[in-house]
């Protein structure tokens, strides 16, 4: 699939590397010296847009993930966050979990504020830049309720506000949307989209679903089955100025669903 022709689709041009906060270079992941997970993988994430990583189940979207979150060491190649290699966590990098990751006998403003409590910041302070999250995320007076107390889409949300509270450059959302039903999943795309705007963070968004990629990216790395590699970067030129069901509805954005659909449809078994 190309972008020749067609008005739903752009190919990223090189950037200036001013403008790139995450560089991976010729990356390779091997498992027990028999998986190969990742193979050679070259890619870019511009600084402040959100990057989804689509592809079958299998690709290595999470690994490189990993990789780029210094959760795991990477085989062979580099990985750069602003300008400098990645050798373990970081501040600079934070984390949205699948599985919400919550401490379950804390209080959702003790669980926004965890990371600045690492780095040894005042009680009051981290409060308040905890309290600015939660309402930043639709929380606002739910600061003393316990995990076990809220939905799956609030505790969601907890786990992102305190991804926002340390104020890392670069976010790495896993699937963060996965466990909730349809319509909080919309609501939370939207919610993402008010936040890239806002924030000016860096998002690396890990989803399997070519809709919701399409929804909320400024580029979607299309990834080809292990060992996986980039098959091809697409910037959805949708209008984001119309309502949100008006996009839905959109030929542009149908198009694009559909055509990177034709693209990975081989490789669904």
């Known amino acids: 699939m190309t972008s020749q022709g067609n008005t ?3 190919t990223t041009q090189d950037a200036p590397q001013s403008d790139i906060a995450v ?22 994430f511009p600084r402040g847009q959100l990057t989804s990583l689509l592809g079958p189940s299998g690709c290595g979207k999470t690994t490189l993930l990993k990789i780029i979150g210094g959760l795991l060491d990477q085989t062979s190649g580099e990985i750069l966050v602003n300008g400098k290699p990645v050798d373990g966590p970081g501040p600079d990098r934070a984390f949205v979990f699948q599985d919400f990751a919550l401490m379950p006998w ?17 009680k009051s302070e981290r ?9 930043a995320v639709g929380l606002s007076g739910f600061e003393k309720q316990y995990p076990h107390e809220l939905s799956g889409g609030m505790r969601q949300r907890v786990g992102l506000a305190r991804a926002l509270s ?25 919610d993402l989209l008010a936040l890239v705007e806002h924030e000016k963070k ?12 399409v929804y909320v990216s400024d580029q979607i790395a299309l990834l080809l089955a292990r060992p996986s590699r980039v098959s091809e970067i697409i910037k959805p ?19 694009t669903v559909e055509r990177i659909w034709s693209s990975l449809r081989s490789y669904v078994e």
């Open 23 to 44: 560089s991976v270079r010729n990356v390779s992941k091997i498992y027990g010296g028999a998986i190969h997970a990742l193979n050679d993988m070259t890619l870019d």
């Open 202 to 213: 860096t998002f690396i968004f890990v989803t399997h679903s070519i809709e919701e990629a």
């Open 127 to 135: 409060e308040a830049v905890a309290e600015k999250y939660i309402a």
């Open 8 to 10: 739903a689709l752009k």
């Open 166 to 190: 340390v104020n890392a450059d670069v976010l790495l959302l896993d699937e963060p949307f996965s466990a909730v039903d349809e319509q909080t999943r919309r609501k939370f795309q939207e």
């Open 237 to 255: 030129d949708i209008d984001r100025s119309i309502s949100p069901d008006a996009l839905r509805r959109d030929p542009v954005y149908l198009d």
């Open 106 to 122: 804390a209080t959702v403003i003790r669980n926004v504020a965890f990371g600045l409590e690492l780095r040894g910041i005042a």
